[in-house]
């Protein structure tokens, strides 16, 4: 592995985000106001680029920020999933309901369900609480269809196949009257997204796959144009299973590509990857985690929060998935985060249930200066691995007015990557090591 830039001046961001139909639009209205909050907490001279729809599959906008003594230039790519998950969402309810209970039964049946309860019970019971859901949505349609036919057929005395086309009918109309709810809830979109995401883990042919190749060829070129200090492919929840796929794919066309021009970095945050990769099935995702594991030339860091029940806390994403790496392990570096420490206590008291939103956190903006800060991560001067590496003494380094003691950063070693020991342990996300 090559050695690290000191400080970075340029860098290229590719964002892999989950399954969100919001897309670029929506993903940069999010960034928009959070770099507004952003500002509040790092007094930066900046400049934030309108939104630019390159083609089908991706979009960009540029950032510059500057501090007294440091200015950094980031082009921040977006993988348009958009157009992918709107349509697969406004399928007819008679495709997709099946598929879905196809998964929750499958899951049930393999004994999945248990190893992600075993592993993460908080993340085992969302999955149960959304193919629930479904299963509630079915159930009170039929079930007031049904009261609705029986009332017809004593109020009204009509015949057996008139009663059976009304209920039938009311069944189907309380569905409809439930939708926006379903919505609302999240409902459709996690049971849209989860008997694809686990069809791209067995290794069969998905959705995702046109989406993966494309963000591959995209890195590729990225790389050899050479025009950045780092490259940094960003995967969040969904994305954390995608955005390792994107990487293992460039390596497949070009091996080299972490080994010249910028170094190449991976950032999964708040990955649900786990709970994919937890099927008994599910070869192609493990397969993918393995080869990054026991690859030198990519950075690997993985962030976790105990406050987000949507990701595995405390866990090991290689070996407690079953993927092994033997001796050449040297990814990733695991960054355990404290959102308690990123938030006001009034926000974060405030958030506590709110599973959602604190699941985005990750890619949001903080109410004050922490180990880790999305924004400054991709947009300031201090290398990833830095950050990751060497939380408190690289967020230490900045004064109160943004400029940076470049002789107190603790540059990355890249050789440290191999290390049995992948766990970053940490008592606080503002407190010094103890």
Same mark, same amino acid.
């Given at each position: 592995?090559?050695?690290?830039?000191?400080?970075?001046?340029?860098?290229?961001? *590719?964002?892999?985000?989950?399954?969100?139909?919001?897309?670029a639009?929506? @993903?940069?209205?999010?960034?928009?106001?959070?770099?507004?909050?952003?500002? +509040?907490?790092?007094?930066?001279?900046?400049?934030?680029?309108?939104?630019?729809?390159?083609?089908?599959?991706?979009?960009?906008?540029?950032?510059?920020?500057?501090?007294?003594n440091?200015?950094?230039?980031?082009?921040?790519?977006?993988?348009?999933?958009e #157009?992918?998950?709107?349509?697969?969402?406004?399928?007819?309810? +008679? /495709?997709?309901?099946?598929?879905?209970?196809?998964?929750?039964?499958?899951?049930?049946?393999?004994?999945a369900?248990?190893?992600?309860?075993?592993?993460?019970w908080?993340?085992?019971?969302?999955?149960?609480?959304?193919?629930?859901?479904?299963?509630?949505?079915?159930?009170l349609?039929?079930?007031?269809?049904?009261?609705?036919?029986?009332a017809?057929? #004593?109020?009204?005395?009509?015949?057996?196949?008139?009663?059976?086309?009304i209920?039938?009918?009311?069944?189907?109309?309380?569905?409809?009257?439930?939708?926006?709810?379903?919505?609302?809830?999240f409902?459709?979109?996690?049971?849209?997204?989860?008997?694809?995401l686990c069809?791209?883990?067995?290794?069969?042919?998905?959705?995702?796959?046109?989406?993966?190749?494309?963000?591959?060829?995209?890195? *590729?070129?990225?790389v050899?144009?050479?025009?950045?200090d780092?490259?940094?492919?960003?995967? #969040?929840?969904?994305?954390?299973?995608?955005?390792?796929?994107?990487?293992?794919?460039?390596?497949? /066309?070009?091996?080299?590509?972490?080994?010249?021009?910028p170094?190449?970095?991976?950032?999964?945050?708040?990955?649900i990857?786990?709970?994919?990769?937890?099927?008994?099935?599910?070869?192609?995702?493990?397969?993918?985690?393995?080869?990054?594991?026991?690859?030198?030339?990519i950075v690997?860091?993985?962030?976790?929060?105990?406050?987000?029940?949507?990701?595995?806390?405390d866990?090991?994403?290689?070996?407690?998935?079953?993927?092994?790496a033997?001796?050449?392990?040297?990814?990733?570096?695991?960054?355990?985060l404290?959102?308690?420490?990123?938030?006001?206590?009034?926000?974060?008291?405030?958030?506590?249930?709110?599973?959602?939103r604190? #699941?985005?956190?990750? *890619?949001?903006?903080?109410?004050?200066?922490? /180990? @880790?800060?999305?924004?400054?991560?991709?947009?300031?001067?201090?290398?990833?691995?830095?950050w990751?590496?060497?939380?408190?003494? +690289?967020?230490?380094?900045?004064?109160?007015?943004?400029?940076?003691?470049a002789?107190?950063?603790?540059?990355?070693?890249?050789?440290? $990557?191999?290390? $049995?020991?992948?766990?970053?342990?940490?008592?606080?996300?503002?407190?010094?090591?103890?």
């Amino acid at each position: 592995m090559r050695a690290e830039k000191a400080l970075i001046a340029r860098r290229h961001v *590719i964002y892999v985000g989950g399954y969100d139909p919001q897309g670029a639009e929506g @993903y940069y209205r999010l960034f928009e106001r959070s770099w507004k909050r952003f500002l +509040t907490i790092w007094p930066l001279t900046s400049k934030l680029g309108p939104l630019e729809l390159d083609a089908q599959d991706f979009a960009h906008w540029d950032v510059e920020a500057a501090g007294p003594n440091w200015r950094v230039a980031t082009r921040y790519e977006f993988l348009r999933q958009e #157009h992918m998950i709107r349509a697969n969402m406004a399928e007819p309810m +008679t /495709r997709q309901i099946p598929r879905a209970l196809g998964w929750a039964l499958d899951y049930l049946v393999s004994g999945a369900i248990l190893r992600v309860l075993r592993t993460s019970w908080a993340f085992g019971l969302v999955l149960i609480y959304f193919q629930m859901m479904l299963i509630w949505w079915l159930v009170l349609s039929v079930v007031g269809g049904g009261l609705i036919a029986y009332a017809a057929t #004593h109020a009204l005395g009509l015949p057996v196949l008139l009663v059976l086309a009304i209920g039938i009918a009311c069944a189907f109309a309380i569905f409809a009257l439930l939708r926006p709810l379903a919505d609302r809830w999240f409902v459709v979109q996690i049971n849209s997204h989860w008997p694809h995401l686990c069809a791209f883990a067995r290794g069969e042919r998905s959705c995702f796959d046109p989406l993966i190749d494309a963000c591959a060829e995209r890195l *590729i070129a990225a790389v050899r144009a050479d025009a950045a200090d780092e490259i940094i492919v960003v995967g #969040h929840s969904g994305g954390g299973a995608l955005a390792p796929a994107v990487i293992a794919r460039a390596l497949e /066309r070009d091996p080299d590509i972490g080994r010249r021009g910028p170094p190449l970095v991976l950032l999964t945050l708040g990955s649900i990857a786990p709970g994919a990769a937890l099927h008994p099935k599910a070869v192609r995702l493990r397969a993918v985690t393995a080869r990054l594991a026991a690859e030198p030339s990519i950075v690997w860091v993985d962030c976790q929060s105990r406050a987000d029940i949507m990701n595995f806390w405390d866990f090991d994403p290689v070996e407690g998935i079953g993927a092994h790496a033997g001796e050449a392990r040297c990814n990733p570096w695991i960054w355990m985060l404290r959102f308690r420490d990123m938030l006001s206590p009034q926000l974060f008291r405030r958030l506590r249930f709110d599973f959602f939103r604190l #699941h985005y956190q990750f *890619i949001m903006a903080n109410d004050r200066r922490a /180990r @880790y800060d999305y924004f400054m991560l991709l947009t300031g001067p201090i290398p990833v691995a830095t950050w990751a590496r060497r939380d408190y003494e +690289t967020m230490t380094a900045f004064a109160a007015d943004a400029a940076l003691a470049a002789d107190r950063v603790p540059l990355f070693d890249a050789a440290d $990557t191999r290390t $049995t020991d992948y766990r970053r342990p940490i008592a606080g996300s503002n407190l010094a090591p103890s």
